[in-house]
């Protein structure tokens, strides 16, 4: 991979509360906007924008944040369009999880009232489709965020990006509230989803996300699970319902909660699911601090228990590479 290059920064255009960025994960890089224009005037912003981005990566000029970025990705593309929406720009959510890292903005609110996010973005992101910005043949977009049951203009999000004929949309959700459009893009093979139920018993489930949902969120995994199964193009579209277990010390950090996790998984018919560390909010208050060994001991268990329930297991990047440094 070139150093002077990432696939990101070529294609991505990423949405946040205050401003648009290039790459989410960028903080150094280009950010322009504070929603003040017009949508069609963003658009033409974005455009712009880009342009000089793209310019300068024919030169070999990244933004000095991206040098040492373990998420460059080098698969070059010869076109120029949009291929990566990311769209982090509301943190309202209806779950309130001991480790969230919106804490800071949410100071741990949380409510099942429906909110609007930013209806400037859906028109500029309509506005992208009609300047031809956008690929329509190979569009990844990925919700994070808050919750996008309680995002007002969710729905309308899916179907522009449905009827735009996109490749895989990503979404991470409290699956309290479940969504018909969310579950409309599984059945034409167009999602995926993860839900971080964390627990295999209402009680701990209640602990660990100060709701008493753990029942309705299992439920309507399986939703989600039997509307994955109706695609026809692809048989194994139900691994793309996963369901994620974040370990957590003095809550979940044990064999039996993650025996009753798996069993409940299993029961519904889940294909694949994943496990991980907690670090976002422990990245705040572990930094320098050792790796617990639970959670080694917890991945080996979760991998043996998975291969005798036949279920595929994702183990969680980031926790893998902060588990081999041994740091947080
Ligand atoms: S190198 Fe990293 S920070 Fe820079 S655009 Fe790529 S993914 Fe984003
Ligand atoms: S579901 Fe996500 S956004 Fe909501 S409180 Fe939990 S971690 Fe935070």
Redesign the pocket.
Known sequence: MSEKYCYNLKHGLSFHQKNIRFCTTLQLGEIISFYEEQPKDLALKILSTRKKIIDNLKEGILPAGCENCIYKVGKYDEQEKIKRIDLYYWYH?N???Y????RDETKGE?SDKIKEGNPVIYKTIKELYKLNEIDRNNLFVNFGG??LGVLKEFPKLINLFLKNNVENIWC?T?GIRFSNELAKALRNGKAGLSI?ICSGCPETYKKI?KRDKYKQVLNNLKKYVIAAGKCKNNQNNISRVISKYIILEGFNNNKEEIDKWLNDSVNIGIKQVEISMEFCWGIHTKKGKKVENYNYELFSYTEEKCKLLGLNLKKNETSLAIMNEGIY
């Open positions: 959510c779950c309130g999880c480790y969230c890292s919106y949380f808050g919750e991470e409290s971080a996300k």
